[in-house]
Every structure is written in C-alpha cells, then in structure tokens.
C-alpha cells in the first residue's frame, strides 16, 4: 500500500471531491478536503508540529476518496493528519471513552436494567454533557444485559478446525462491538438468516475492529486491536471460510483501514481483506445460488434506504438494493445524502453536533418527503443517530430480507 | 424489473456518455451495473451540450470517420430529445435546438454558441438594450467580474463592473465555493435578506449578470423571486469549478439513472475482462478493484465510456505507446512522442485526436479492421478523431455515441 500522503501529488485541484464533501457544504469552519489534504499536506513536515488544526472538522466519511477520479487518497491522507493532532495535543477523557465501545459495552451491559433509563434523563446526559463533552442531544444505543456470543454459544470456534461439516458451508460472523454488546438480536437473526440459507455461521474469537480509537486518533490502541483480529480471523480466511459481517464499517476497517490507515503490512492483513465481506455483497457475489425468487414473500412496503458513508467506500455499489429489489412489493427509495452525518462517534461531540446535525438535514428532509414505511441502514451509528433525531424507526436491511424470508415480523411496517 | 430477454450491461466511467448511456438502457429495462473510478468530470462544465459537428474528424493517422458520423444523425437528434425531456422533468430548464445555437456569455466576456444551454445561462436579449451589469459575490474567488467587462467582446458597449454583492449575515471564515453560495441561495429566508441588501446596490440596472451559483437544483424559482423581487432581468456565468451548471446537469442524469434502477458502483477502478476467455474474444463483463479485493461483475456486453487522454479512458507510458486503459484495446495514435504535439505550447495539438477506433456499431476494432471483442462497445470521448477541448460538437459525440451504442446492445 502507497503512504496516502504520497498520493497527494496525484491531485489536479479538480475540486469534485469539494463539491461532494457534505461537512464542507454544512460549516464554513471546515475549509474542505482538498484544500485540508492534499493542499495541505505539503506544509505538513514529519519532523515539525502541524501548521494548522483545521483538517479535526473532517468527519471522516470517506466521500471524498470515492469520488475523486485520480487516485488521491483524501480521506485517508486527512485521517492520519487529524492522528497528528492527537499525537501532538492528545485526546480528551471523552474520545478515550468514545472510542472503546467494547468496553463500555462489557462494563454498563450488567448493569443495563439501571444504566439505560438513567441514559434517557435528561439531567444525566446534561452532566454529560458538561463532564465528558458529549452533546445532550446525540442519540445513544441502550446497552444490554445479554451478549450476542452469551446468546449464541453453539456457534462459538477458536479456529477453523473447530468447524465440523464442510468449508463450503461454514461463515464466520465478524459481529463487532455493535450485534455483540449493543443490538444481540440483530446478530441472531443474522445468524438465524444464514442458517436458513443452508449455511454453518460460526464466531471466530474477535474484538473491536479499532475503528473508533482510529477515527479518535488514538492509532496505537487501533493496531493493536487490528493485529488481534488478523490473528484471529486470517487463518478462517486462509482456509476459504468467508468473513461476513453486517456492520459496514467494521467490515470496512477489515478490508481497508487496517493497511491503508494504520499501515498495517503482511500476509494476514491482506488474506483477511481480500475473505472479508459485507453480508449483502457476500449475497451478491459470492454465494448468489442462496437466494431463490420463490422463497421471497411479498413485502408491500415503500423503503428509504440509505447506503452509509462507510459502505460506500467499500467500492461495492448498494449491494442491499441488488437483494431487497427481488422482494416483491418493496418499493426502494435510495437516500440522495452522502452521509447521515453522525460518522461513526463525530456526532456525539459537543463541539461537532451541529455540524453532524447539519449534514443530517438533506437526508431528514428526503425522509420527511418521502414518508417511508421504514428507513433502512446498514450501519449501527447512523441507524441510531437517524432514529434519534426523525423519531422514526431504523432497521437493518438484513431485517427485511428476514422478514422476506419468513423468518420474523417486521416491525413498524403496514404488514 | 429488468425484462427476461434483455441483457445484462455494464458502463465503464460515469460522465456525460456514461450517466446518459446508463438511463437509456435502465429505462428500456435492461439491467445496468455502472462503475466508475471517482465521480464523472460534469462538475468541471459548462452544462451546455455542444452539437455542432463537421464533416470529417482528423486522420491520426489514417483518414477517420468522425464519430457523430459513424453514429448517425438520427442518433444525435434522438440522443438530444432524451436529454432534453430528461431535464425537463428534472425541472432543470434546457432551450435552444439542434438547427440553430443559442449564446451563453463566457467569464472572459465573449459570446460563446451552443445548441442547448440552461435558460439561466443564455445571454439576455436586455444586456445591449438596457443598463446591463455583471457582478461577483463578496468572499467568492472562483469569479472576477472585471475578466468580463475589461477582456468584453460580446458586442455593443461593455456592461459596468460592480462592486462585489454581499451576503447577508456574518462574513463566511473560509473562501466560498460555487457549491457553498448556490446552497445558500436555495435557503428561502436568506434570499429574502438578501434582496434587501441588494436592492439599493443595483438600483438603476436592467439586467444583471452574475457567477453561475443560483441555487443547486431550484436555480429556476431563485432566479425568479430574485428578479422579482429586483425588478430586472438576470443571467449566470459560468465559474471555475466545482461548476454548478455542470453539477445540476450531473444530478439530473444521476437522478434519472438511479430511478430507473441502475447499480451505481463510485470509487472501484476497472481492471479488465473477466478471466479465461480470452480465446473467444469476449470481455464476459468486467473486474474490478474494490476495498477488499478484484471482483468480477459479468454482463452480456459492456460500455466503454472511460473518457479520452485527458480523462483516464486511455493510457499512455513514457516510451510513447498508447492504449485504452481497462481491456487493452488499441487505439488510433501517431507511433512517436515526437509527432504528439504541435509547435506552439497553447496547441493544437495531435494527441487530443487519440482514441479507441469503432465501426458503426461502436464496436472498437483491431488494428486489422475486425472486431476486438464481440460484446464490448465504446462511446464518447474515448473515441478517435476529434479535440475535444477545441471541438464544437464535445457532448454531440457523448450523446448520439452512448445512444447508437444502446441502440445496438439493446436490439
């Protein structure tokens, strides 16, 4: 992999990646991720401290890498170069707390029964607010009392030599901090659906994908974490197991952050890439003999679906839409928004919430259009920051295509 | 839901001949994967369509049919007329007509001619008549009025030069993009603010231009209630880029493309045909590079509209080689870097003319004149023969090319 600071010669100032940047077109305090990456990046020298602190407004989506039409690596160029910040002024108790949701997750989980109303009131998440700098109006999920691996132990392995029947059936689920601590049920429907599939889902040993200490800056607890998973996940990989995960951004992180961010090298992180896949692009392109037309009930229902900012930079298109367009009935309407906003912990920041609350804008306001049945969303951060601030219901589209399949009621539609 | 019968299709590159090839056969109900490395150049023009072809392209170095030629005339007038109502029913108004030009101003003051314009942007038959003005936008950089009226050739006597126009509120902390003032003009409560702050200033002036940021996809009500609300007549002038004429015409053909169910995947670059069928001379669809690794997406056939030299649709190495960059087709070029350019360094130039060379099945061919591949297909300014910077006919190719070629794939 090319250092991403490397690609910044690459740029024409063709400006495509400013026009589509959303944090730009929502603050005038973010001067836009050409001018802070590839503009800036000749002023940054190794040795020297950062000439400006502007590039912390970037929220990270990755627009502006996808859209770029010369190979510069925008986004990864202005994530090392927020890190540097970090390295130089360090980072608050609050985004050391943020960015570890594996351990939040396995603290206040037990005590799920009292923490959750007492997140709901108002003076608490005021004193949060004025303690942690954590804004009183960012949504939060509600942790809970059960884990999905507690839930779900007969589908435990340490390795791939722990799986009796053939390697052609068997997945491995990279749940991530999200189906493990904080939404258990989406992670067993999953592998419920996957099971009903004909396949043998598994649980490899895994932990945070280190996404948010990434985006936090905090690059040495992430590679610590990312070598973890490696370890783990690529001898699954090596033995044509497939890595499926419905989280897109940790299934991003596997893919690409760990090598193209972190700097991560060798034969495990390129092996657990190249086997790790979004469980709709698994769908589409890997397995695409699973779904057969019949087995799809009808679903009369008027869908807004909205692709996150990080499955988008998996370079796979809408592979979702692909699937749930076979459903009968299903009217899909596709999000014109390049990004919900709250990407990943950037939202719940005091100094970032009306920033993230303005990106949301065009988005609330197509919902509000619209007026979908569901809003649907693979990634947990923007379903519960959409949910939060339309008051609507967002689900997983692997909760639709359950739903197709027999395997559960969706709730909230007209059905 | 894509129809038993009709083919699988992919596109290669999301610009003007992409987006529109797409929609054209999403419409017709084929099932269309449209792939494209970044997001297509539209942002970088004008979002006129230049029609006016000449006879005969330029021989690089055999004598070339030029590609609205090989595409036919009927292609090129049905290719505009799916355009033109595709805009329509966007609401991004388009005027003018294949027979005739209609002009725009430049931000260097000439008149410049095309077929079809956004009405926002034709020049006003009141700029000779009336007390006629062109101003920029204060914090605006992309913009500088004075290249019009100083640098004039648009007949008549010069417009005046204003001051910069204000923006209500606060000064921004940052330079604004065309992208940043077009989105504020959509907000309703600060155009009201706005024209109070205006009204004096232009006091006197019958007809106004000003850069081309009224508004990303409403620019029509905006440039009514301003004028309205002004008491004179406006028009828009194109801007450095991002350019929002350019952007609304992107957003249109995105917009339109994605209803009709097209499979938009933005950011993975083309790697080439699909594995172990080389024999067949079929490209069976293509593989591309994704953030985890190659995947094949195959198709019946498969659209190349990658763009020309300066677009990424062909590459070229240091030793002077040219070839189309995805499937290795060959392209129509001179042998030595020598004979590339012209004497003079502002051109013109002979590698613009390079391209893919296509039959009128826009199908590219070998250098033996046979196909290259049975289901591959190419339009656009990956074609051979025409400068496209220079020529006057640039979206004409886009369009009646992408349309012969869906024309093909789909009978």
Redesign the interface.
């Known amino acids: 992999m090319i250092p991403p600071g490397l690609t910044a010669d690459l740029c024409l100032k063709c400006n495509i990646c400013t026009a589509s940047c959303p944090v730009a077109a929502a603050t005038d305090l973010f001067p836009g991720p050409k001018a802070v990456g590839p503009q800036a990046e000749r002023f940054r020298h190794p040795k020297l401290p950062s000439p400006d602190a502007s590039v912390s407004w970037c929220s990270g989506c990755g627009t502006c890498t996808r859209v770029c039409p010369h190979g510069v690596n925008v986004a990864e160029i202005n994530i090392v170069a927020k890190a540097r910040l970090v390295q130089e002024h360090g980072a608050p108790l609050r985004d050391q707390a943020i960015s570890r949701p594996h351990w939040l997750g396995a603290l206040a989980g037990p005590f799920a029964a009292i923490a959750n109303p007492v997140l709901r009131q108002r003076w608490a998440r005021r004193a949060m607010g004025a303690v942690l700098r954590i804004h009183p109006d960012a949504p939060m999920p509600a942790f809970q009392r059960r884990t999905l691996r507690g839930r779900a132990k007969r589908h435990r392995v340490r390795s791939p030599r722990d799986i009796s029947t053939s390697p052609e059936t068997a997945v491995a689920f990279f749940h991530g901090c999200s189906a493990e601590y904080y939404e258990p049920g989406l992670g067993l429907l999953t592998l419920r659906l996957l099971e009903h599939l004909g396949l043998q889902p598994v649980i490899p040993p895994q932990t945070c994908c280190g996404l948010p200490l990434q985006s936090n800056g905090l690059f040495d607890a992430a590679r610590a974490q990312a070598r973890r998973n490696a370890r783990s996940l690529a001898p699954f990989a090596r033995a044509g197991i497939p890595i499926v995960g419905t989280s897109t951004s940790c299934t991003l992180a596997l893919k690409h952050d760990y090598r193209a961010i972190l700097g991560l090298e060798g034969p495990d992180f390129d092996e657990m890439a190249a086997g790790t896949y979004d469980i709709f692009e698994f769908l589409v392109y890997v397995r695409p003999d699973l779904l057969h037309q019949p087995d799809l009930r009808a679903l009369p229902l008027r869908v807004l679906y909205h692709p996150p900012c990080q499955l988008r930079s998996h370079f796979i298109g809408t592979p979702a839409v692909q699937i749930l367009s076979r459903i009968p009935g299903l009217e899909v309407v596709l999000s014109e928004a390049e990004c919900c906003g709250v990407a990943g912990t950037y939202g719940l920041k005091s100094e970032k919430f009306p920033v993230a609350r303005g990106v949301a804008d065009s988005l609330l306001a197509q919902i509000e259009q619209v007026q979908p049945d569901l809003v649907l969303t693979d990634s947990e951060t923007c379903r519960w920051w959409l949910a939060g601030l339309s008051g609507d219901r967002l689900v997983h589209p692997i909760e639709v295509l359950a739903a197709s399949l027999g395997l559960v009621a969706l709730p909230g539609g007209r059905n | 839901m894509p129809g038993p019968t009709m083919p699988d299709l992919v596109v290669i590159g999301a610009g003007l001949t992409g987006l529109f090839a797409s929609y054209l056969a999403a419409a017709k109900g084929a099932r269309v994967?449209l792939i494209s490395?970044?997001?297509?150049?539209l942002?970088?023009s004008h979002g006129c369509i230049d029609a006016r072809y000449p006879t005969a392209a330029r021989s690089i170095p055999e004598a070339l049919p030029h590609p609205i030629a090989l595409a036919g005339a009927d292609a090129l007038r049905a290719g505009c007329a799916q355009l033109n109502n595709l805009l329509s029913a966007a609401g991004v108004g388009y005027v003018g007509s294949l027979d005739d030009s209609v002009e725009t101003l430049t931000p260097l003051g000439g008149r410049r001619p095309t077929q079809f314009a956004p009405e926002s942007l034709v020049i006003p038959t009141q700029l000779l008549d009336g007390r006629a003005a062109i101003a920029g936008i204060l914090g605006f950089r992309d913009f500088m009025p004075a290249l019009a009226t100083r640098g004039w050739q648009g007949g008549g006597t010069a417009p005046a030069c204003l001051d910069d126009l204000p923006w209500p509120g606060a000064p921004?902390?940052?330079d604004?993009?065309a992208?940043?003032l077009a989105?504020r003009f959509e907000s309703r409560q600060q155009l009201a603010s706005l024209c109070d702050l205006w009204r004096p200033l232009v006091a006197g002036i019958d007809c106004l231009g000003i850069p081309a940021v009224l508004g990303l996809m409403d620019h029509v009500r905006v440039k009514a209630e301003l004028e309205s609300s002004l008491g004179l007549r406006l028009f828009e002038i194109p801007t450095l880029?991002?350019s929002v004429p350019g952007?609304r015409l992107e957003t249109a053909l995105r917009?339109a493309a994605?209803a009709a169910?097209v499979?938009?995947?933005?950011?993975?670059r083309a790697l080439g045909r699909l594995e172990g069928n080389r024999a067949k001379r079929r490209a069976l669809g293509v593989r591309?590079?994704?953030?985890?690794?190659t995947?094949?997406i195959s198709a019946d056939k498969t659209l190349l509209a990658s763009g020309g030299i300066l677009?990424?649709g062909l590459h070229t190495d240091h030793a002077g080689s040219v070839i189309e960059a995805t499937f290795g087709a060959p392209v129509a070029a001179h042998a030595t870097r020598a004979a590339w350019v012209g004497p003079a360094l502002s051109g013109p130039h002979e590698y613009p003319h390079f391209g893919v060379r296509v039959n009128d099945r826009m199908q590219p061919l070998d250098a033996a004149g046979e196909l290259f591949a049975e289901d591959l297909y190419a339009a656009g300014g990956l074609l051979a023969g025409v400068d496209r910077v220079r020529t006057t006919c640039r979206q004409g190719i886009d369009l009646a090319t992408a349309y012969r070629a869906i024309e093909v794939m789909l009978a």
Do not use: W
Not at chain 2, 288 to 293: D, I, N, S
């Open positions: 994967t490395f970044g997001r297509g150049g942002s970088l921004p902390r940052r604004l993009y992208t940043d989105r880029p991002p952007l917009r994605l169910g499979t938009l995947i933005e950011g993975a591309v590079e994704t953030a985890g690794g995947r094949a677009n990424g």
